[in-house]
């Protein structure tokens, strides 16, 4: 599946637009099927209905475990390093998380899991957590994780709309010098739900919990269970190429988050060839992807494409500043790591630590290196390339979404000659387009517009989970059978793609996802609060930091208490994740005398750049804008 030099790459990309169900169809040969499909694909964008490999069967689980076993069963499939470097790390080889597996999806059945049901996961950077998420996979249950900085109020709602009814957490979770209790958290989200049947609980922190009877179960015992049972094997469930995989949330500019839906054979093919190709993923070398299961790049760079593939991966539980900021470093040292995956916000955290933090640090063994989640600055690009790689190992700056499933726009490694900031090139299979505010195609080179993907891909979403119109308007309406990704792009005159960021309301805060309609939501559940508007501005660490602007008559007598306030009600509703960097109390808003904030004011207000706030003499009270202009923070 390995294109191996530039001409090859161009060869096959034409190929891939030339003949695309050619192409697929031979990629697709690549992975175990129950049974081969009729059809590679049949779609459009306009309902939008997309299937891929129709009348396929299969089972996911089976190429990421059972397809090993003869050969490379041995082979180290998670190499866990646990938070805290004095633990010892834990290797497992593909046989012994194949064994796994099998024992935790019989623990799934026998807590009364079937083909089709929802499960809420919500743990830490475990291996159970890998182990819970393919036996549901194994079982044909549809998981949904949700990331352990998500509040018992996130929870709930993603719980809701899905109609889960078997929710797998921990007792706590390690994170850096902090343990967050998350059983107790789910049990305030359970409160909301009770669709919920069955809950099992991880012993990881062994923090006091509350264990209701009927209804919490703890996974160890669960496990003996099965093992006196002698129930030790599970016999793959056979899914339908189209059934469903999971449903991983996600913000986008309006409204609550959407659960975005992945079904297993395409998402399959697609997780394991674009991880395969743009890693250029030899047998035998340590791959290290630093993001949470909980995000979609866990999901296909950490679970399923990897495995998929055989390799050998470094799941680690801990945080990248703790206990100091060599850890990313000391864990290369230690496993030799091959490849190394990371995002633009941990560099750049990393690079303000100075060169102190890498002194003496070996980290030779590193061949290739990846980024992902927004655009990587170029002088983060330079320090890694140069103080991490040492000028050796091609960057690998993946673009893509929670929605493609898997990387889009990429170099693919030691092949596609990179550029700092730049993506590069779209992968085969994928064809990007630009196009102006009316849709109108932008052809040619040194030109930019709004990123739309023209042709479907295997890994790409198939509705929103309950609510497939939300999902056409969202992504396919905007421009006529064209996807369009929310993301602004240039493409410069050699034709090489740069992300731009986000053209619509969602922020990009660490690489996190976050709509500025939840956070304004959130933020006017306080009791006190009138109105409030959320924007983005430019942050040194982060990327983007969230500015809000906030009407509240109240806090006059004490504006600090209220700002805190405020910040631990966003805290309840969304999550630690989302908090305002910056609170600016102001009278009003600038509206429109429709009643629209002009967030274009608020947004050149948040990035200090007062000087030219364009023409405002469309808002219903000009003078609001001075006294915000005033009060900038
Ligand atoms: C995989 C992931 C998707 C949004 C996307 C874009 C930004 C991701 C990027 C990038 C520039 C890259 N983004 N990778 N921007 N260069 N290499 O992050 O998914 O959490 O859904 O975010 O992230 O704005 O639209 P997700």
């Known amino acids: 599946m ?15 637009v030339e003949q695309p169900e050619k192409f697929w169809d031979e990629i697709a040969n690549n992975f175990l099927w129950k049974k081969k499909w009729d059809k590679v694909v049949e779609w459009n964008f306009v309902e ?63 807590n009364g899991a079937k083909k089709g049901d929802r499960i809420c996961i919500y743990m830490p950077m475990v291996p159970e957590l890998e182990i819970a998420v393919l036996a549901c996979a194994r079982i044909g249950a549809v998981h949904s994780v949700v990331f352990g900085g998500f509040s018992a109020q996130s929870i709930a709602d993603r719980i809701k709309d899905a109609d889960c009814n078997i929710v797998i957490t921990a007792d706590g979770g390690f994170r850096g010098n902090k343990v967050i209790d998350l059983k107790s958290i789910i049990d305030d989200a359970l409160v909301q739900c009770p669709s919920v049947e069955k809950v099992v609980v991880l012993t990881r922190t062994r923090t006091p919990v509350s264990m209701l009877k009927g209804r919490d179960v703890w996974w160890e015992d669960e496990i003996k269970k099965v093992e006196t049972q002698g129930n030790t094997e599970c016999p793959a469930e056979e899914m339908d190429a189209e059934d469903m995989l999971f449903i991983l949330y996600t913000s986008g500019s309006t409204g609550k988050p959407k659960g975005v839906v992945h079904t297993c054979g395409g998402y399959m093919v697609y997780t394991g060839y674009t991880f395969s190709n743009a890693f250029q993923y030899e047998p035998g070398e340590v791959y290290f992807c630093t993001a949470d299961i909980g995000w979609i790049t866990g999901h296909s760079y950490i679970a399923y494409g990897p495995l998929s593939q ?51 640090k070996d980290l030779s063994s590193l061949k290739k290196l990846g980024s992902v989640g927004e655009p990587i600055n170029e002088e983060a690009w330079h320090w890694f390339d140069e103080k991490i790689g040492h000028g050796n190992c091609p960057i690998v700056d993946t673009w893509w979404q929670t929605e493609t499933g898997g990387f889009m726009i990429s170099p693919i490694a030691g092949v596609t ?63 006529p059978n064209l ?42 559940m306080h009791s006190s609060v009138v109105e409030s508007a959320v924007v983005g501005y430019p942050h040194d660490i982060k990327g983007q930091g969230v500015y809000a602007f906030v009407i509240c008559p109240d806090q006059e007598h004490e504006p600090e208490l209220t700002r805190k306030d405020i910040l631990m009600t966003v805290s309840r509703i ?17 509206k429109t005398r429709s009643g629209k904030i002009m967030r274009r004011i608020l947004r050149k207000i948040a990035e200090g750049d007062t000087s030219n706030l364009g023409d405002t003499s469309t808002l219903l009270d000009p003078g609001v804008v001075d006294e915000i202009k005033a009060g900038a923070l």
């Not at 042709?455 to 905007?478: I, K, N, Q, S």
């Open 483 to 524: 996807y369009f990704t929310g993301d602004g792009c240039l493409r410069d005159e050699d034709g090489y793609y740069r992300i731009t960021g986000r053209v619509d309301d969602v922020l990009n805060v660490s690489g996190h996802r976050i709509g500025t309609a939840e956070v304004e939501n959130a933020i006017n």
């Open 310 to 360: 055989g390799a050998t991966s470094v799941l680690f539980e801990g945080i990248p500043t703790w206990p100091n900021s060599s850890r990313f470093w000391d864990i290369v040292e230690k496993f030799k790591v091959n490849i190394l995956y990371t995002a633009p916000t941990a560099i750049r955290s990393l690079m303000s630590f100075g060169d102190e933090a890498l002194k003496g």
């Open 2 to 16: 390995q294109v191996k030099s530039f001409e090859e790459y161009q060869q096959v990309y034409r190929k891939s």
């Open 48 to 110: 939008p209905n997309i299937k891929w490999f129709k009348g396929a069967k299969l089972n996911i689980t089976e190429n990421c475990l059972d397809r090993h076993l003869e050969k490379n069963g041995d082979t180290p499939a998670i190499i866990w390093e646990p938070n805290d470097p004095t633990e010892h790390h834990r290797i497992l080889t593909y046989r012994q998380l194949y064994n796994k597996v099998c024992q935790f999806a019989n623990v799934l059945k026998n």
């Open 417 to 479: 000659p990179t550029k700092p900031g730049y993506a590069t090139l779209p992968l085969p299979g994928i064809q990007p387009i630009l196009v102006d505010e009316n849709g109108k195609e932008v052809k040619g080179n040194g030109v930019s517009g709004n990123l739309c993907i023209r042709f479907p891909w295997p890994g790409m979403l198939r509705t929103t989970y309950g609510d497939h119109e939300r999902c056409r308007t969202t992504y396919f309406a905007a421009y």
């Open 574 to 590: 969304i999550g630690p994740i989302a908090k305002p960097d910056k609170i600016q109390f102001v009278s009003g808003l600038p």
